[in-house]
């Protein structure tokens, strides 16, 4: 079984909701790396923070016209899942499991869009024993080589996935169901996550933040959590762990 959990973060401070996806991971016996290209990020104590140079380049580095980081960010995983291998986690991710559920075999995670059915998603990724020649080797070698200034949002995320997986089974990694990841739908936060006395389906394991939904209704992830939400219950949950390591 491997342990290690990767996670990006390109460059700046992390939120408060990114120290409690990081912390969750430390909490529940992951080691954790935090790949930066920022030498001073305030990481929360008990991970590890790694040079994403020994990675990609800082020359590799783009974002969307919106400022974001994502496409770089599916190039990136690929690259440390093929290189070093173990559990891909996006920092607006919170881990509810120990590293045992894993297993060995590897997996991708799934959510459910409203109307239109479930279709894979990245933000969690397990390949724990890397070859050259498995799902995430293909999809790096897409990656790689996909022209950055046409790469339109998801391209070589959830959609290239769809399409190894459909078109190409005998490479394809299982594909979870959405509880274990995604319990809640993307249109639904940041609110179901702010709103008290909500939970998580009981198979939960991982809940993903949906932080792109935050940017876009304008809330910041630092706020503070109104008491009995979820994020509030996350907070007290890991804050022990919320420490600087500097």
Known sequence: MNKIVHMLWVNGNLSKLQRISASSFIHHGFEVNIWSYNDNINAPKGSKVCNAREILGESRIFKYENGS?????????????????????????????????????????????????????????????????????????????????????????????????????????????PNFANPFATRDCPRVLLEPNITAPPQTKFIHCYAEMWNKAGIPTDITYPPGSIMARMEEKYHQKLALIR
């Open 69 to 177: 980081y994502a496409g770089f960010s599916n190039l990136f995983r690929y690259a440390v899942l093929s290189e070093i291998g173990g559990l891909w986690a996006d920092m607006d991710v919170i881990c509810n499991t120990h590293p045992a559920i894993l297993g060995d075999e590897p997996f991708l995670v799934s959510q459910s869009n409203f109307g239109t059915g479930v279709s894979v998603n990245t933000n969690i990724i397990y390949n724990p024993y890397p070859t050259k020649n498995d799902m995430i080797a293909l999809a790096y070698a897409f990656t790689d080589r996909f022209p950055v200034d046409k790469l339109n949002w998801g391209d070589c995320g959830p959609r290239l996935f769809s399409v190894l997986t459909k078109f190409y089974p005998q490479v394809a990694f299982k594909i979870l169901e």
